[in-house]
């Protein structure tokens, strides 16, 4: 173990699980950690996406559109910030428990897709594959874009590709 990471062990836990006293230890790890939804033991990214659906139809009678892309932009800005210094202290730069890009990124497709639940629950299930299966371009992106731009950019560009299969799903269908 690196002697920065003994020095302070009860913070950085290199290639371990997180815990609630990692996650509370600082901001960082709070956001990164989708607010304790990316602890969850089985498929973290599920359950923090499943989060980023509820905090959105909470917050979503509240805010414009406008008022949601700038929460976006700045959730997206806080991310790189917050999975950096998460995935440094884990000592895995991109640990499934990050869950942040998923949230900032579903919540960008649920701005775009129809409303309503069929669209919604459809749009969570083509984001989750794409975000699983990792296909051109987005592989690329995850193997080749690190530190904390990195881990929010591949979820961005599987969001972008869900609203891609929505819009060409509506243009034949219409």
Known sequence: MPAEWAA????????????????????????????????????PGTVGTLWAWAVFLVIDPWLSDAGWWALIAASFALGCWACHNTGRDLGVLDHSGMVW?????FWAVLL???????????????????????????????RTLKGGFGVMFDDAVAAFMTVLVFAIWMAIYR
Do not use: C, Y
Not at 12 to 21: I, V, Y
Not at 101 to 105: F, S
Not at 113 to 142: E, N, T, W, Y
């Open 8 to 43: 302070d062990s009860a913070i950085k836990r290199p290639w371990s699980n997180p815990t609630f006293a990692f996650m509370r230890a600082r901001l960082s790890h709070w956001i990164a950690l989708g607010f304790g939804s990316g602890l969850s033991p089985v498929a």
């Open 112 to 142: 775009i897709v129809p409303a309503g639940f069929i669209s919604q629950m459809l749009a969570f299930a083509v984001f989750r594959a794409f975000d699983v299966i990792k296909p051109p371009p987005i592989r690329h992106f995850d």
């Open 101 to 105: 890009d998923e949230v900032v990124a």
